[in-house]
T-cell receptor
Framework: DAKTTQPPSMDCAEGRAANLPCNHSTISGNEYVYWYRQIHSQGPQYIIHGLKNNETNEMASLIITEDRKSSTLILPHATLRDTAVYYCIPKREEYGNKLVFGAGTILRVKS | DAGITQSPRHKVTETGTPVTLRCHQTENHRYMYWYRQDPGHGLRLIHYSYGVKDTDKGEVSDGYSVSRSKTEDFLLTLESATSSQTSVYFC????????????FGQGTRLTVV
């Protein structure tokens, strides 16, 4: 299994970059790393995903190490509305596209 | 938001009664999923579907059944509701493939009394 390890919680000052780490040391070569977040009481929201190259979209950047054993989600200018639980999820082909959620990281953005 | 509608959004029911939750999508995505979320457990997969009349069990399927007679609808039934099924239920949709993201509905809060 591509088990993931994320810190249980992190704090970030509003306007600063939030860097959320994820270790997925047993990830396989064809497994994408997906990031989702869940704002209180809402459904999970897709943020970004990548295989081995760094990715950027309008929400965030994803940095994947060359050995693919870890990744970092970067929210460049965190706002109070970014306070949420962030999930790092390797997507396993053998799971048939199913997402297996861990505990994630609670990010608290503070003013 | 992706076109996913869950209904009802809130429901209170009595122990032993059957309950059906509906997930309706307008995205024509092939795959659909039902998750439940409880404090201390995160999101856990109940059932999923890879197409019409093609469903399978997830990790916490006991006490639940599903049906998918149309691409757009995925129904979750609690055959005889128990207090342990009090939870928030989320539906998700996706297309096949490793390089496709899933989209989630806003959830149904079910309370079994």
């Amino acid at each position: 299994d591509a088990k993931t390890t994320q810190p249980p919680s992190m704090d970030c000052a509003e306007g600063r970059a939030a860097n959320l780490p994820c270790n997925h040391s047993t990830i396989s070569g064809n497994e994408y790393v997906y990031w989702y977040r869940q704002i209180h009481s809402q459904g999970p929201q897709y943020i970004i995903h990548g295989l081995k190259n760094n990715e950027t979209n309008e929400m965030a950047s994803l940095i994947i190490t060359e050995d693919r054993k870890s990744s970092t989600l970067i929210l460049p200018h965190a706002t109070l509305r970014d306070t949420a639980v962030y999930y790092c999820i390797p997507k396993r082909e053998e799971y048939g596209n199913k997402l297996v959620f861990g505990a994630g990281t609670i990010l608290r953005v503070k003013s | 938001d992706a076109g996913i509608t869950q209904s009802p959004r809130h429901k209170v029911t009595e122990t032993g009664t059957p309950v059906t939750l509906r997930c309706h999508q307008t995205e024509n995505h092939r795959y659909m999923y039902w998750y439940r979320q409880d404090p201390g457990h995160g999101l856990r997969l109940i059932h999923y579907s890879y197409g019409v009349k093609d469903t399978d069990k997830g990790e916490v399927s006991d006490g639940y059944s599903v049906s998918r007679s149309k691409t757009e609808d995925f129904l979750l039934t609690l055959e005889s509701a128990t207090s342990s099924q009090t939870s928030v239920y989320f539906c998700a949709i996706s297309e096949p493939g490793m390089n496709t993201e899933a989209f989630f509905g806003q959830g149904t809060r079910l309370t079994v009394v």
